[in-house]
């Protein structure tokens, strides 16, 4: 989870504004790394735009694959 909410908070430019995209302080953030509620895993997974169980997973989604499937490219 810890890895995830690394990746994701890259992406949207820190960890405080990820926090703010999440509706969460900062601790909670900080947390992660102790052991964090389900709650925030929800949060996580809508604010990085991937499912939960790739968050608690750790299994990284591929730019372009379809976040329930994996499958890549267009339709056929």
Same mark, same amino acid.
């Given at each position: 989870?810890?890895?995830a909410?690394?990746?994701?908070?890259?992406?949207?430019?820190g960890?405080?504004?990820?926090?703010?995209?999440m509706?969460?302080s900062?601790?909670?953030l900080n947390?992660? !790394?102790?052991g964090?509620s389900?709650?925030?895993a929800?949060?996580?997974?809508?604010?990085?735009?991937?499912? !939960?169980e790739?968050v608690?997973s750790?299994?990284?989604h591929?730019a372009?694959?379809?976040?329930?499937?994996?499958?890549?490219?267009g339709?056929?």
């Open positions: 989870m810890r890895a909410e690394r990746n994701i908070a890259r992406a949207y430019g960890r405080t504004v990820l926090a703010s995209v509706g969460v900062k601790d909670a947390n992660i !790394v102790r964090s389900y709650a925030v929800v949060l996580l997974a809508r604010a990085g735009g991937i499912t !939960v790739q608690l750790g299994r990284p591929v372009g694959a379809c976040s329930l499937c994996g499958r890549k490219g339709a056929s």
